[in-house]
């Protein structure tokens, strides 16, 4: 999907997939614009996934001029739709956030302070929930995935569920895509060299609707994806390149080619 991109450091993509959250999108919209208020300038870029519930009508239905929506005609899934609003999005940094109101849109500004204050080579800033406002028994199965996920991968990243993701749009449309994807960002953008920096943020309860995933998605669909990341950061190899001559002064590291990083 074509769109104009702009470089102002101050401008921000919100890229919010949602699946049947009608009650939730209105008040979320509303939300997210007064805590980016102080920013020069932001769109919120809604991906509805093959709702059944009418999210999309009602969220046409909201005078926002840094709206946007698109629609799946059929569901994908939220690694698909996520992907789909990266690239509709306009500014060079996005950050994305769940549609069901748990993130707290305040938070977004915590994820952009940590990014203007990190030193060079950061790719990714994600939030790291405080106090999880879920069932036990959703709890201690996002502990066990995040604890075999941390242990298998390495990426020093103690909760990729966590919805709130600020990232260059660039340096995530480099990354390999695949079907849940989204639960493995950190371990992927550490394999394209990118640093990962994991900020506290609040968890609030679900106030309508209820979740799309159980214990089995956590648990058990994850594995072959696990499986599936590991045989990825086994491939890629970040040579250092010399180049040699009499015009040549210095060694310096290039970024891999796309073949490399097959």
Excluded at 200 to 212: F, I, P, T
């Amino acid at each position: 999907m074509a769109s104009s991109r702009t470089n102002a450091d101050d401008y921000l993509s919100v890229v919010v997939p949602v699946y049947n959250e009608s009650e939730n999108v209105l008040p979320l919209v509303g939300e997210v614009r007064a805590a980016l208020s102080g920013l020069t300038g932001f769109e919120l870029v809604f991906v509805d996934d093959g709702s059944e519930d009418g999210t999309s009508e009602i969220l046409a239905t909201a005078i926002n001029p840094e709206l946007r929506v698109i629609r799946h005609r059929k569901r994908c899934g939220q690694s698909t739709a996520l992907l789909t609003g990266v690239r509709a999005a306009r500014s060079e940094w996005v950050v994305t956030l769940d549609g069901d109101g748990q993130n707290d849109p305040e938070d977004i500004t915590r994820l952009l302070a940590a990014r203007d204050q990190a030193d060079g080579g950061l790719l990714l800033v994600t939030g790291r929930r405080r106090k999880r406002r879920d069932s036990w028994i959703k709890r201690f199965s996002s502990r066990v995935a995040n604890s075999v996920r941390s242990r298998v991968l390495g990426d020093d990243t103690r909760d990729t569920g966590c919805g709130l993701k600020l990232f260059r749009r660039d340096a995530f449309l480099e990354l390999p895509y695949f079907d849940h994807m989204h639960r493995f960002l950190p371990a992927l953008f550490q394999r394209n060299g990118g640093r990962v920096l994991s900020v506290d943020v609040s968890h609030r309860q679900r106030r309508h609707g209820r979740s799309k995933y159980g214990v089995h998605d956590r648990l058990w669909v994850g594995t072959v994806d696990l499986l599936g990341v590991m045989w990825l950061k086994a491939r890629i190899h970040h040579p250092t390149v010399e180049e040699v001559g009499r015009n040549s002064t210095r060694s310096k590291r290039l970024e891999p080619s796309e073949d490399q990083k097959k």
